[in-house]
């Protein structure tokens, strides 16, 4: 028994003294590996970044140029955040503006661009921002809104470039919402600019807009009223005049041979739906007429457009190409 005890004690002290040797050597371990990682800790991820942000700028240029907007978007605010004071954020910062605007969300495109302007006040791209925000309520369709951005434009910027590139879009809001004649006297002004051939014919032809063929809607439902049908005839649509003309005249004609034949109660009847038919009739030449001056104008919008290589969203010689320097 005694010997027992005196085996166990043996190889139960030779454990323990071979466990505090191994737990010596890891301790010794760790503190050598912590000193050496303190020693190149700094070295090491000075060039990890380094690398990591050009990469990471690449690869969302690269996605930006094959137009995937939104998972460029994705990696230029992932550089934002892992380097947020380096130049490449401001530039990754204004990336995502361009890639909202490329991708038609235009709201958030005007929300980026606004952030930006508000961090980087006195960036040479600053004032690109601004006409880009410009550009942004365009295509929304605020032309006051972009009116005023693109005024602040010409008068905020330095470049002669710029500010014709502003008053030259400031002339097409003026042309959106309908302004010939100052869509036509801006573009005359800027003759003597750098596009000063095309913006005078421009000019010319804006003017000759004036003369673009309307239909007035108070006449077209004040005929439609007096003889139904006759308006939708006034601007253009003959089948819908038919139409008015005939279903009108059967409710009307047969409502008059009720009442003809002492039948009040179907000839009442027949009063009531005539009294929709006709109202209706009234409304379709009214909104017929707004509809048929809307489509005109549109037309030669668009016709413009075509001819001149007019654009938004940075398509055309109006507003120019995305075109920074970075």
């Known amino acids: 028994m005694a010997s027992f005890i005196f085996r166990n004690s043996i190889s139960l002290f030779i454990a323990l003294f071979l466990f505090i040797l191994f737990t010596a050597d890891v301790m010794a371990g760790q503190k050598g590996g912590q000193g050496s990682g ?23 240029d690269d996605l930006y140029d094959e137009k995937d907007y939104y998972r460029a978007i994705t990696e230029y605010k992932r550089l934002i955040f892992y380097f947020p004071s380096s130049r490449a954020a401001t530039r ?12 038609k969300r235009y709201e958030a495109a005007l929300s980026q661009l606004s952030k930006f302007r508000q961090l980087y006040p006195t960036d040479p791209l600053a004032i690109e921002a601004l006409f880009l925000i410009a550009e942004a309520s365009f295509n929304l369709g605020n032309y006051d809104e972009a009116l005023e951005y693109f005024k602040k434009v010409e008068s905020d910027a330095i470049s002669p470039e710029i500010k014709e590139r502003a008053a030259a879009a400031r002339g097409w809001c003026l042309a959106r919402k309908g302004n010939w004649s100052e869509a036509a006297d801006l573009y005359s002004s800027l003759k003597d600019g750098e596009g000063g051939k095309k913006y005078g014919k421009l000019s010319k032809d804006l003017t000759a807009a004036k003369g673009l063929p309307q239909k007035s809607p108070a006449l077209a439902g004040t005929l439609s009223a007096i003889i139904p049908g006759s308006g939708q005839l006034y601007i253009g649509r003959k089948q819908d005049a038919l139409v008015a003309f005939l279903l009108n005249g059967a409710f009307i004609a047969g409502a008059m041979e009720s009442f003809r034949k002492d039948e009040d109660a179907t000839g009442a009847i027949l009063l009531f739906f005539e009294a929709g038919w006709y109202a209706g009739n009234i409304y379709s030449a009214t909104s017929g007429a707004h509809k048929y001056n809307r489509k005109s104008r549109e037309d030669l919008l668009y016709k413009l457009e075509r001819e001149y290589s007019l654009g938004v969203n940075g398509k055309g010689t109006v507003f120019g190409t995305y075109r920074f320097r970075f």
């Open 38 to 60: 303190q020693q190149n800790s700094p070295a090491g991820e000075e060039i990890i970044g380094q690398i990591n942000k050009n990469e990471l700028l690449s690869f969302a």
């Open 92 to 103: 990754a910062s204004f990336k995502i503006a361009l890639s909202y605007l490329e991708g």
